[in-house]
């Protein structure tokens, strides 16, 4: 660009020639978009050069878009990650001229900084645009993924970890879920991890998880917590009920709560303090019971992660008497000879006061029975 100043000294005419360098240019009408993924963007600039230089016109002869992610730049027409999906726009508009760079079928992946660059055929003619345009692609969250930690088999009172992860952009927010049977779910807990520091039986069920932004969700698919433990103390009950009559048929079944399940022993009191099995299986068949068959009776219920003992029963050929395999207060063994003689029709002893009348009251009670 040259400028003249024209002096009038006397009858001399001076003319001074100023010449002004223009800048190297290039202005970016954004430097920062955020766009969908699968969306279309468009990176706008204008640019601008010194008409001439080293009385030479300046003539562009290589315009480029690159990104920040390679150490050289390499024009995004010959970059793989970009083949068929970009454009390259220019045109003049009076004295500036107008670059875009359009991306079709946006990737995550696209997420960088874009900077132009124009070559000249001045010596050392190139100029890249600074800072360049920050492309931020959002994306709804994928279908979130569920880890357990640790792996493998999970026991009662141990440490278990679930977590929730999604690839989304911006980051998700995640929300747990358990099933209980209802189709409408109600939030079981917040957050990408769900602790267990010791977890019980009832922590067993399905969990999901959703991961959540402001562009979707998605829910995971479900996870079983399957809670291993050693059977609970067991239950027994007599079928039918009420009185034992020689030749009757009855039934004893024993039942524990146990993941895995519990496999059942029964064992009758015959005096020998070290007791032998007296069968296997839930269940004590008498399809027709005899007095031989009276006596105490208790089960065990035993999985691989421990065993539990049974109250034990007592059946004699007028009825049956549950008795804790515990030792018995006072108070117990004397609630539990009242039931028994009641049982019979019996009129009971007196209380007893302490234990040392323990003795009187058997005797009674054994001198009472016909």
Same mark, same amino acid.
């Given at each position: 660009?040259?400028?003249?100043?024209?002096?009038?000294?006397?009858d001399v005419?001076?003319?001074?020639?100023?010449?002004?360098?223009?800048?190297?240019?290039v202005?970016?009408?954004?430097?920062?978009?955020c766009?969908?993924?699968?969306?279309?963007?468009?990176?706008?600039c204008?640019?601008?050069?010194?008409?001439?230089?080293?009385d030479?016109?300046?003539?562009?002869?290589?315009?480029?878009?690159?990104?920040n992610?390679?150490?050289?730049?390499?024009?995004?027409?010959l970059?793989?990650?970009?083949?068929?999906?970009?454009?390259?726009?220019?045109w003049?508009?009076?004295?500036?001229?107008?670059?875009?760079?359009?991306?079709?079928?946006?990737r995550?992946?696209?997420?960088?900084?874009?900077? +132009?660059?124009?070559?000249?055929?001045?010596?050392?003619?190139r100029?890249?645009?600074?800072?360049?345009v +920050?492309?931020?692609?959002?994306?709804?969250?994928?279908?979130?993924?569920?880890?357990?930690?640790?792996?493998?088999?999970?026991?009662?009172?141990?440490?278990?970890?679930?977590?929730?992860?999604?690839?989304?952009?911006?980051? #998700?927010?995640?929300t747990?879920?358990?099933?209980?049977?209802?189709?409408d779910?109600?939030?079981?807990?917040?957050?990408?991890?769900?602790d +267990?520091?010791?977890?019980q039986s009832?922590?067993?069920?399905?969990?999901?998880?959703? #991961?959540?932004?402001?562009?979707?969700?998605?829910?995971?698919?479900?996870?079983?917590?399957?809670v291993?433990?050693?059977?609970?103390?067991p239950?027994?009950?007599?079928?039918?009920?009420?009185?034992?009559?020689?030749?009757?048929?009855?039934n004893l079944?024993?039942?524990?709560?146990?993941?895995?399940? #519990?496999?059942?022993?029964?064992?009758k009191k015959?005096?020998?303090?070290?007791?032998?099995?007296?069968?296997?299986?839930?269940?004590?068949?008498?399809?027709?019971?005899?007095?031989?068959?009276?006596?105490? +009776?208790?089960?065990?219920?035993?999985?691989?992660?421990?065993?539990?003992?049974?109250y034990?029963?007592?059946?004699?050929?007028?009825?049956?008497t549950?008795?804790?395999?515990?030792?018995?207060?006072?108070?117990?063994?004397? #609630?539990?000879?009242?039931?028994?003689?009641?049982?019979?029709?019996?009129t009971?002893?007196?209380?007893?006061s302490?234990?040392?009348?323990m003795?009187?009251?058997?005797?009674?009670?054994?001198?009472?029975?016909?």
């Amino acid at each position: 660009m040259i400028f003249m100043n024209l002096i009038l000294l006397s009858d001399v005419l001076c003319v001074t020639v100023l010449q002004i360098k223009a800048q190297w240019r290039v202005t970016y009408i954004s430097t920062e978009i955020c766009a969908l993924k699968g969306s279309t963007v468009d990176i706008n600039c204008i640019y601008r050069y010194p008409h001439t230089e080293n009385d030479r016109v300046t003539r562009v002869v290589r315009t480029l878009w690159f990104t920040n992610k390679d150490d050289e730049p390499t024009d995004l027409r010959l970059d793989s990650d970009y083949a068929g999906r970009v454009e390259y726009h220019s045109w003049i508009d009076g004295y500036r001229t107008h670059c875009r760079l359009r991306i079709n079928d946006l990737r995550e992946s696209d997420s960088a900084v874009y900077k +132009f660059r124009f070559i000249t055929n001045q010596p050392g003619g190139r100029y890249t645009g600074e800072p360049g345009v +920050f492309l931020i692609v959002t994306d709804a969250p994928k279908v979130p993924s569920v880890s357990v930690s640790p792996s493998g088999e999970i026991v009662e009172g141990s440490s278990v970890t679930l977590t929730c992860s999604s690839d989304a952009n911006p980051a #998700a927010n995640y929300t747990w879920y358990k099933k209980n049977g209802n189709p409408d779910q109600e939030a079981f807990r917040t957050g990408p991890q769900l602790d +267990f520091v010791s977890i019980q039986s009832s922590d067993s069920g399905e969990f999901s998880c959703t #991961a959540q932004n402001e562009l979707g969700e998605n829910t995971s698919d479900s996870t079983s917590t399957d809670v291993k433990y050693a059977p609970k103390v067991p239950s027994v009950s007599v079928s039918p009920s009420g009185e034992i009559v020689e030749g009757s048929s009855v039934n004893l079944t024993c039942s524990s709560d146990a993941n895995p399940a #519990a496999t059942y022993t029964w064992y009758k009191k015959n005096g020998n303090p070290v007791q032998e099995p007296f069968r296997t299986g839930p269940q004590l068949d008498f399809v027709s019971i005899q007095s031989s068959d009276s006596g105490e +009776f208790h089960c065990t219920a035993q999985n691989e992660l421990g065993a539990k003992r049974s109250y034990c029963i007592s059946i004699d050929d007028h009825s049956w008497t549950l008795f804790p395999s515990s030792p018995l207060t006072l108070e117990r063994f004397t #609630a539990q000879c009242r039931m028994s003689w009641e049982r019979r029709h019996l009129t009971p002893p007196l209380l007893m006061s302490n234990v040392s009348e323990m003795d009187l009251v058997l005797d009674i009670m054994w001198e009472q029975i016909p």
